[in-house]
């Protein structure tokens, strides 16, 4: 089955992605059990130099594992490959096909996350229909070799004052910012190497669930 029955809304909570290029030699499978084991809700496959053949493979096995924890599944930019492993949603940036011909592909019942940097991203990806909305890169980060400058927190704010769709917060967030981040208004963040990266995942996303907890 493609999609899912009843389409799901973006919950609170950390947002994780892969990167097997930040993940200490572990593999992507690897992260995404500790990952899901301490209650991490999202997980989005963002891979950019896997041949598609070995992304499929990964993304079966993830797609399993997602619904077992009772986790959305996103994929990052591969239309057919969240099509093809029965993904929860899309996530896709400024440059990549139309959110209305992305619809048009995938259907009424997959969430479709954009990209935005600015207020008139963000109002156009409201009128084109979009699930959520990404919200940044708050701060610097060297995740994305093509990520655009640094937004801030002021982006950030706006959307939480002006605009009722969900939003994810997401670029250069680590731990010792995410107290800032929460305060602006985010309840859903996504950190990236920041978690794959740590040698204790699982003691890591405890201090950063507490984090959200606490502000």
Do not use: W
């Not at 939003?167 to 305060?183: M, R, S």
Request: hydrophobic fraction near 40%; proline fraction near 4%.
């Amino acid at each position: 089955m493609n999609g899912i029955s009843n389409k799901r809304i973006l919950p609170a909570g950390l947002y994780a992605l892969t990167s097997e290029l930040h993940s200490q030699g572990r593999s992507n499978i690897e992260v995404a059990r500790e990952i899901l084991a301490c209650g991490v809700t999202i997980l989005q496959y963002r891979e950019k130099s896997k041949k598609i053949r070995q992304m499929y493979e990964e993304c079966q096995v993830l797609r399993t594992m997602t619904q077992q924890y009772g986790a959305l599944f996103i994929i990052n930019d591969h239309l057919d490959l969240a099509l093809a492993v029965g993904a929860d949603g899309v996530h896709i940036g400024q440059d990549d096909l139309p959110l209305s011909k992305v619809r048009e592909i995938v259907g009424p019942n997959l969430l479709i996350g954009v990209s935005t940097h600015s207020p008139d991203q963000a109002k156009a990806a409201v009128s084109g229909g979009a699930d959520y909305i990404g919200v940044g890169p708050l701060f610097a980060t060297k995740t994305k070799i093509d990520v655009c400058q640094p937004v801030g927190l002021d982006y950030l704010e706006y959307i939480v004052k002006n605009l009722t769709i969900p939003f994810v917060a997401i670029g250069g967030i680590k731990e010792n910012n995410l107290a800032e981040v929460i305060k602006a208004g985010a309840r859903t963040v996504a950190l990236v190497t920041e978690i794959v990266g740590d040698p204790d995942i699982a003691g890591k996303i405890k201090r950063l669930q507490r984090i959200m907890e606490t502000h």
